[in-house]
């Protein structure tokens, strides 16, 4: 029996991927979580061979969520599934480990070829976009596993610093104390090896993070 996590916050795509690969592959076992958290607890509780993970499910906003499961869970194949195409995403994503990519626009026989390649262990892209997949450098890998240290907490701070809000707007907009925010932001330094806010921004912008989602 194969178990596969689909995480995603829209039913209906999750309902399309179920179809899809309960049509074709056998002795499969499906659950789904709709936002990062419960991806999380899933993953702790059940044995899973393959995460198939939308990138921008509340919670997971672009990178965050690929980096924090690596993190929380090594060696748990994932596969990126994002509406997104772009080359220079898909060559962080599997820079920084992913099994394949997925775009939301695959047909249900690009969907179970990705998902059989994936589980025998390879690496699956959509073919059109092989021959463009570039490696990302050491500087990127050295961010993203800093990044990957942050909580979901300080990512959200993160975030926030990178839209030029002040302590007080993100401790409102988070329904927390200031002290907390101020707290965070200091661990966030830490952990990203900086000293100041601009810093911080440019770390976030290089690894497309986006706002979490209110």
């Known amino acids: 029996m194969v178990n596969l996590l689909i995480a995603d916050d829209h039913p209906l795509y999750r309902d399309a991927l179920k179809g899809a690969l309960n049509l074709a592959l056998k002795d499969l076992n499906i659950v789904e979580a709709g936002n990062l958290n419960e991806t999380v607890a899933i993953l702790e509780a059940q044995d899973i ?8 499910m509340p919670g997971s906003s672009d990178l965050f969520g690929l980096l924090h499961i690596q993190k929380t869970f090594p060696g748990l194949p994932i596969a990126v599934v994002s509406g997104t195409e772009d080359t220079a995403l898909i060559s962080k994503v599997v820079g920084l480990g992913a099994m394949g990519f997925i775009p939301k626009t695959a047909s249900a026989q690009e969907i179970n070829d990705a998902v ?8 699956w892209v959509p073919e059109t976009l092989r021959q463009q997949i570039e490696q990302v450098d050491e500087h990127f890998s050295i961010l993203a596993e800093n990044v990957a240290s942050l909580t979901p907490s300080q990512y959200k701070v993160l975030c926030y610093m990178r839209d030029g809000l002040l302590n007080k707007q993100i401790a409102y907009n988070l329904d927390i104390a200031e002290a907390t925010v101020k707290a965070h932001v ?6 990203l ?21 209110h």
């Open 193 to 213: 090896g900086i000293n100041n806010r601009t810093q911080a921004v440019l770390i976030a912008t290089e690894l497309q993070l986006e706002p979490p989602a």
């Open 49 to 56: 061979d393959l995460l198939l993970l939308d990138l921008h």
């Open 186 to 191: 200091t661990a966030i330094f830490r952990k």
């Open 116 to 123: 059989n390649t994936m589980l025998e262990g390879d690496v």
